[in-house]
C-alpha cells in the first residue's frame, strides 16, 4: 500500500506592522456531518489497516517560518471522506489570535505540497499591563 500524501505549509507569517512571527498554527480536524462519529483515519506507509489520528495538529512557527518538519496529511488521505481541517492562530504565549474566539473558522482542504496557507492579519500585541507580549523564550503549549 502507498504511503498517504502530506504537505509541508508555505507563506511567511507576519505581524500587522511586518516584523516576524513566532507562534503556533494549529490545525483541527473538522469531521463531514454525515460521518455518524467516526474517528478520523489514514493508512500508513507500510500498514494494513487505519491508523487513529489525533484531532490537532500543530505546526510551530519561527521568524516567520512554518517548520520544515511538520507535514500535514492531504484529505485525500484522510477518512471519512470529505474531513477537513480549520485553523487557529497562536502567538508564543499560547494566546489565541485568530479567530477571536466568537468566530468559527473557515473549514479547508489541503491538496499540495508545498501548501499555501491562507495567512491572516496578526495584529500586534498592544503593551498595556493587561495584555502580555511575546517573550524570547518559546514554550510549546497542549
Known amino acids: 500500500?502507498?504511503?498517504?500524501?502530506?504537505?509541508?505549509?508555505?507563506?511567511?507569517?507576519?505581524?500587522s506592522d511586518g516584523s516576524l512571527f513566532d507562534g503556533w498554527l494549529r490545525l483541527g480536524l473538522v469531521l463531514p456531518q454525515n460521518s455518524d462519529g467516526q474517528w478520523p483515519t489514514t493508512v500508513l506507509a507500510g500498514e494494513t489497516s487505519p491508523q487513529r489520528l489525533p484531532i490537532w495538529a500543530e505546526v510551530p512557527i519561527s521568524a516567520g517560518a512554518f517548520d520544515a518538519n511538520t507535514q500535514i496529511l492531504f484529505n485525500s488521505s484522510l477518512n471519512p471522506p470529505n474531513t477537513q481541517y480549520?485553523?487557529?492562530?497562536y502567538d508564543r504565549n499560547n494566546r489565541r489570535?485568530?479567530?477571536?474566539?466568537?468566530?468559527?473558522?473557515?473549514?479547508?482542504?489541503?491538496?499540495?505540497?508545498?501548501?499555501?496557507?491562507?495567512?491572516?492579519?496578526?495584529?500586534?500585541?498592544?503593551?498595556?499591563?493587561?495584555?502580555?507580549?511575546?517573550?524570547d523564550s518559546p514554550t510549546q503549549g497542549v
Open 1 to 15: 500500500m502507498s504511503a498517504p500524501q502530506t504537505a509541508l505549509l508555505s507563506g511567511t507569517v507576519t505581524w
Open 86 to 89: 480549520v485553523a487557529y492562530w
Open 97 to 135: 489570535l485568530f479567530p477571536a474566539s466568537n468566530v468559527n473558522p473557515t473549514p479547508f482542504t489541503i491538496s499540495a505540497n508545498p501548501y499555501p496557507i491562507s495567512i491572516p492579519t496578526l495584529t500586534v500585541p498592544s503593551t498595556s499591563a493587561t495584555i502580555p507580549v511575546p517573550v
